[in-house]
């Protein structure tokens, strides 16, 4: 069965560095988004994508935040200069194209955990 | 953003059924509601999703009401792996993006 991969399941990094956290979505999905997940806290909603730029993004999404698709297959989630806070598991979705948003299907990887030290 | 409304835990024992309800009172006419969960350790998953009638998949059936107030997951038979926490999420045609609450944690006993 197609799933979304992530890389890596762990990354640790230095308050002020910049990570980029990878996912290769399903191949024909067209949606592509992140979550992110504060250790027992719900699960945000941070930017959607489709058709290479970005379609929605909330306010955690800031200006150290960028997305990119930059290959046929790969998702980027980029931090540029990360803080303490920014400590939490980020996901990947991705869904097809369908005629309703509301009916989206979004499927998640397994999760990026993002430790800043 | 449309608000749901759902227990913080339930319990269940193995191989019976399960009732996770939901409430949705602001929902608007166009809204899907949808259920994902999210096993320990794990990204969040698709279960099911409905408009206005109930809908059964391999993993679950959705019991919607009437008016669309409020909606039920219903697993047939429990069994351990479905210890998850269960989000029950409205979803508009403006946007894809998924709002997610704290869910019910649902427990299941051997």
């Known amino acids: 069965e197609p799933e979304v991969t992530q890389t890596p399941s762990h990354q640790v990094t230095q308050m002020g560095q910049e990570v980029i956290l990878r996912c290769v979505p399903i191949s024909n999905h067209l949606y592509f988004y992140w979550y992110r997940q504060i250790l027992g806290q719900k699960v945000e909603f941070l930017v959607s994508f489709y058709n290479n730029e970005i379609s929605e993004k909330s306010e955690i999404f800031d200006d150290q935040f960028s997305v990119e698709r930059p290959d046929g297959s790969n998702f980027t989630l980029k931090i540029r200069s990360t803080k303490l806070e920014d400590s939490a598991m980020y996901f990947c979705?991705?869904?097809?194209?369908?005629?309703?948003?509301?009916?989206?299907?979004?499927?998640f990887g397994a999760g990026t955990r993002l430790s800043v030290l | 953003d449309a608000k749901t409304t759902q227990p913080n835990s339930m319990e269940s024992n193995e191989e019976e059924p399960v009732h996770l309800p939901c409430n949705h009172s602001t929902i608007s006419g166009t809204d899907y509601i949808h259920w994902y969960r999210q096993l320990p350790s794990q990204g969040p998953e698709y279960v099911i999703h409905g408009l206005t009638s109930n809908v059964n998949n391999r993993m679950a059936s959705l019991a919607i009401a009437e008016d669309r107030k409020s909606s039920t997951l219903i697993l047939h038979r429990a069994t351990l792996r479905d210890a998850a926490v269960y989000y029950c999420i409205l979803s508009q045609d403006n946007t894809g993006k998924l709002i997610f609450g704290q869910g019910t944690t649902l427990q299941v006993k051997p």
């Open positions: 979705a991705s869904s097809e194209l369908r005629v309703s948003l509301a009916k989206n299907i979004q499927y």
